[in-house]
């Protein structure tokens, strides 16, 4: 029997190396020659597509599943489903699930490949149930990782319970590339003996192994495989599609598919690799490693991303050898999303304070409430009490806890909302949709500020990363000179049109000259911070809203409550809500002070000490750095 391959290129393998940034008009050119290959399903949304699509891409997720489609006639469009999490980091209500798989097939949407970070099929009832209404294929995936409880015993229970709840096809899902080629082999041939359905592998290149696991997965009866195009492959993304279809040639295997033809697209996606200036995949010692920290391809890509965000990519090292730490103690939750983000994030908040568990994310604290399920072993019971003390964990199903609540959820929006899709996007993420709805209000009224056209005439563009000169638009900073004989002076206002361009392009910095003042405006995944240019003085302008910064003066025996990270600070647990505390406000140690959002996760701030509020010195909704000064505080006698 021949296999088939399943094209990742559209989604995980840019999610991978090119941290999801490729936009619809990228893809659009090369669709049409895509979908005459012959492949068995085009993977090309979910995952984190639906997140950046909106936060970062200012484009509307739903509209690229329409766009593809148009071009994408024979192919079979494929997505990734987070299970109860759908395109997110927690769980949802079940009454979103079928609102969103029933909306996703609706628009084009034809394979759904279904996963739960722990391999808790409880959370895969609802999603599943609500693929099967639709009559579109199921892919139901049973997670690979090594771990004591992970056995092949393990797996081939989990695939068939998932093949008892409906599931047409099931995938081997190895997020970090860590499946052997004879291990494999054994996988594979077991699940052939044992299940009645097709079986699929996804793998990683990131640990070098495979295109050696696809060969002897193929040798097993492996019916499907995922690969890539070349330019987006090996490193942390798939293998690529050109070598495994060339060493299947001739053989009772042959895929039959023309390597001309993929080497024509593979040259396509060479050419905007080096227009966007990304990088090729490369596999480096520390992704050799994985064997030891298990980090899959996405997450190592966004595990950089933020150590760089806060300024500590040195300490990448410390991290990664924290991570399987953290994951033993977790009770060894499979390293894919969320649980890759939630062991990752704690385990660079262990070494960036140098105090392990000093500083908890709430989704940390709720995955070890059992919020996000059953972990495959038990939690270490000294630090499910450092975490959340004496709670006991829930034993249901998690999202019988959530209530109902899509059609409340529509009057929050109202307002801005043009469809059905707009309410799933802002139910899916409420904060960052109505920032793209009201951008997307703007751009089609061609409200756009005055010095929208400084920026527009002739500026000069700086890669953020490599320093070359480049093209405006593809994550570049802008260097903005302002000399009008009328205003030769930058003000406030001026400052605060220009971080509104920034929030509504995809530049990531832009260098303002005028008068002598030299600042720098820069965007960062947690928000936009204003600062001087490297290696010049302070700027006057301290934060995103434009406030002068002032010598800060205060008693000496003033307790400075400091950022810990870089990220946004808000003074309330929602928009809704009253702030933790005021200016007066008695407070104990580990009182919540304020949130900081950061890497994704709403972290909260404790109190240090006991003692009264002297003063609050972070603005609301306002980019922080680290080290900035956020509270004042009084200490008790």
């Known amino acids: ?375 495959p072993a038990p939690i270490d019971p000294d630090v499910q009490r450092l975490i959340i003390g004496d709670e006991e964990p829930i034993t249901c199903r998690p999202a019988d806890l959530l209530e109902n609540k899509f059609e409340k959820t529509k009057e929050e929006i109202k307002d801005l909302a043009e469809s059905e899709e707009d309410y799933i996007t802002y139910a899916l993420f409420p904060a960052v949709a109505r920032k793209f709805f009201e951008y997307r209000e703007k751009a089609r009224s061609g409200e756009i500020p005055a010095v929208a056209a400084t920026i527009a005439a002739e500026p000069e563009v700086k890669s953020v990363s490599g320093g070359q000169t480049g093209k405006p638009g593809t994550g570049s900073a802008r260097r903005v000179s302002r000399s009008s004989a009328e205003d030769e002076n930058m003000d406030i206002d001026d400052i605060k049109d220009l971080v509104k361009i920034l929030d509504q392009s995809d530049v990531n910095e832009i260098l303002v000259e005028t008068s002598g003042i030299k600042v720098a405006i820069r965007k960062g995944a947690s928000g936009t911070a204003i600062s001087a240019p490297e290696g010049e003085k302070s700027s006057p302008f301290r934060d995103s809203a434009g406030a002068e910064a002032e010598e800060a003066e205060h008693p000496a025996n003033l307790i400075e409550m400091t950022a810990p990270m870089v990220g946004t600070f808000y003074r309330s647990p929602a928009p809704d809500a009253p702030p933790f505390v005021e200016v007066g406000c008695r407070v104990k140690k580990g009182d919540p002070l304020c949130i900081i959002e950061a890497m994704k996760l709403m972290n909260e701030i404790e109190a240090e000490c006991d003692g009264e509020i002297a003063d609050i010195l972070g603005e609301n909704a306002q980019a922080v750095e680290y080290g900035q000064v956020l509270f004042l505080i009084a200490p008790a006698e």
């Open 1 to 375: 029997m021949k296999p088939r391959i399943t094209d990742t290129t559209l989604r995980d393998a840019h999610q991978s190396l090119w941290a999801t940034r490729m936009y619809t008009e990228d893809m659009v050119p090369i669709l049409e020659r895509i979908d005459q290959v012959g492949y068995f399903s085009l993977e090309m949304w979910g995952g984190a597509t639906f997140d950046v699509c909106i936060r970062y891409l200012n484009e509307d997720p739903w509209d690229r599943i329409r766009t593809i489609k148009k071009h994408v006639q024979r192919t079979p469009l494929q997505m990734l489903l987070r299970g109860q999490n759908l395109v997110g980091y927690a769980n949802y209500p079940d009454d979103l699930v079928d609102i969103f798989v029933s909306k996703a097939a609706e628009v084009g949407i034809d394979i759904f490949r279904v996963f739960d970070a722990l391999n808790d099929v409880r959370n895969l009832e609802a999603p599943m149930r609500a693929v099967k209404k639709t009559g579109k294929h199921l892919q139901a995936c049973v997670v690979y990782t090594l771990s004591p409880v992970h056995t092949k015993e393990h797996y081939l229970s989990t695939a068939l319970s998932l093949q008892e709840m409906g599931a047409d096809s099931i995938c081997i899902k190895d997020m970090a590339g860590m499946i052997s080629p004879y291990v494999c082999y054994e996988l594979v041939s077991l699940f052939k003996e044992r299940l009645d359905i097709p079986v699929q592998l996804h793998t990683h290149y990131i640990g070098g192994m495979a295109i050696g696991a696809c060969l002897k997965g193929v040798e097993a009866g492996l019916d499907v495989f995922d690969a890539c195009s070349g330019p987006l492959a090996f490193g942390s993304s798939q293998p690529p599609v050109e070598t495994l279809v060339r060493a299947l040639q001739r053989t009772k295997w042959d895929t039959g598919l023309d390597i001309p033809l993929l080497f024509e697209i593979s040259n396509y996606w060479e050419e905007l690799r080096r227009k966007r200036g990304y990088e090729r995949g490369v596999t480096r010692i520390t992704d050799m490693k994985v064997f030891d920290h298990q980090v899959p391809g996405g997450m190592i890509t966004n595990l950089v991303s933020q150590l760089e965000e806060q300024n500590a990519l040195h300490r990448i090292g410390e991290v990664l050898e924290e991570i399987p730490r953290v994951r033993a103690e977790f009770g060894y939750p499979p390293l894919v999303t969320p649980t890759s983000h939630l062991v990752g994030i704690q385990a660079v908040f262990n070494v960036l304070t140098g105090s392990r568990y000093k500083m908890v994310p709430q989704e940390v604290k709720d995955y070890v409430r059992g919020f996000y399920g059953r972990p």
